[in-house]
């Protein structure tokens, strides 16, 4: 079974060095860092989630492009409306109990049909490439933020009438691929998951070509810096509202 525990994920987890800021100073370690204590645990009780005795029916299912169970919430394309259903229903009762539902199964949702009609309009190998990415995070149960919010800039432009724009452009293309270069707004989880997931915001024309554009990266990937907050810990448990996960359990 490919799906890992929340305890097997934290062990993963330690392995990366990413690049990390908190109130000006760099972060050493991020399993070490109680200011993360919180968001690791949560992630760790989404993995665990799928084993739990009441849900693992909806929570695991055998994914057809690897033919093996994954979690329906972070790795599964909703193909049919029972996998878009049988979501909301987890994701009703996961925010209930746990906060946050995950975003990792509706990004590959949504790249999959892009990246696939790109592919029939311009004769471009897009989806293969995404397809062959989308089994590697299947079979190893992997999870992701998803960087999609812009800092805005000048909210009354384009990306392409702002010089400088402070979002992800293009700058590079060569026969390896892209370089880009550029600020992302990535949810709060970021620093404790094992891939960046950058899209666009809004709409993009012609002009803002260079803008758009979407792509994972791993979270230790040389160039990428994350600049972050600390997440809700003891130090303020008595803060109920700004600090809802006070009770989950200790990192082990």
């Known amino acids: 079974m490919a799906i890992k525990t929340g305890q097997e994920y934290i062990e993963r987890l330690k392995k990366y060095t990413p690049t990390v800021y908190m109130d000006g100073e760099k972060v050493d370690t ?8 919180s968001t690791i645990a949560l992630i760790a009780k989404n993995h665990d989630f799928a084993f739990d005795a009441d849900q ?9 492009q690897v033919n093996e169970p994954v979690r329906r919430l972070t790795n599964h394309i909703q193909a049919t409306m029972e996998d878009s259903i049988i979501k909301v229903e987890l994701t009703r009762d996961i925010t209930n109990r746990r906060i946050c ?8 949702s949504l790249l999959w049909a892009v990246t696939w009609e790109i592919d029939q309009k311009y004769k471009t190998e897009y989806h293969q490439r995404f397809k062959n990415f989308h089994e590697y995070t299947q079979r190893n149960d992997l999870d992701y933020s998803w960087g999609m919010m812009d800092p805005k800039g000048n909210r009354r ?5 702002q010089n400088p724009y402070p979002g992800v452009r293009i700058v590079k293309r060569d026969a390896k691929g892209i370089t880009v270069s550029g600020c992302k707004l990535h949810t709060s989880y970021g620093p404790c998951t094992d891939y960046l997931v ?6 993009m024309t012609e002009d803002d ?6 792509f994972y990266v791993p979270i230790d990937a040389p160039g990428v810096t994350m600049i972050t907050k600390a997440t809700p810990n003891r ?7 700004q600090c809802p996960l006070t009770g989950v359990s200790e990192l082990k």
């Open 56 to 64: 693992k029916d909806l929570a695991v299912v055998t994914s057809p």
């Open 30 to 37: 991020i399993c070490d860092d109680p200011r993360f204590a």
């Open 198 to 203: 950058v899209v666009p915001c809004r709409a």
């Open 209 to 214: 070509k260079d803008f758009a554009v979407a």
């Open 157 to 161: 432009l384009r990306p392409s009438q």
């Open 235 to 241: 130090e303020y448990a008595d803060l109920t509202m």
């Open 101 to 108: 539902a995950w975003c990792g199964s509706n990004t590959f």
